[in-house]
Nanobody, 116 residues
């Protein structure tokens, strides 16, 4: 059974940090490129960060560049999103996505709220 389980979300003050994790099971994780998306209330889901299957290439949305870092540990079947200098506009549900050829899996999401 394919599963992507996000964790690490929560409430944080502006300027704070969170580290999201996405644990994968049920498929060959190391074959898959991984992505983090987010969706704020009333807005479309947007791509935040992406990493290739071996972790050699990463890409970021302009809005998070320099503040967020995506990484992965293929031995642990996990992808991470380190989020620093958080802003209220980063408030959203964050989702991880696994993609390889025609295969495409999503997690259930984890809420991140940035507020004082």
């Amino acid at each position: 059974q394919v599963q992507l389980v996000e964790s690490g979300g929560g409430l944080v003050q502006p300027g704070g940090s969170l580290r999201l994790s996405c644990a994968a099971s049920g498929f060959t994780f190391s074959n898959y490129a991984m992505r983090w998306y987010r969706q704020a209330p009333g807005k479309e889901r947007e791509l935040v960060a992406a990493i290739t299957s071996a972790g050699g290439i990463t890409n970021y949305a302009d809005s998070v560049k320099g503040r967020f870092t995506i990484s992965r540990d293929n031995a642990r079947n996990t992808v991470f999103l380190q989020m620093n200098s958080l802003k209220p506009e980063d408030t959203a549900v964050y989702y991880c996505r696994a993609k390889w050829l025609t295969y495409n899996y999503w997690g259930q999401g984890t809420q991140v709220t940035v507020s004082s």
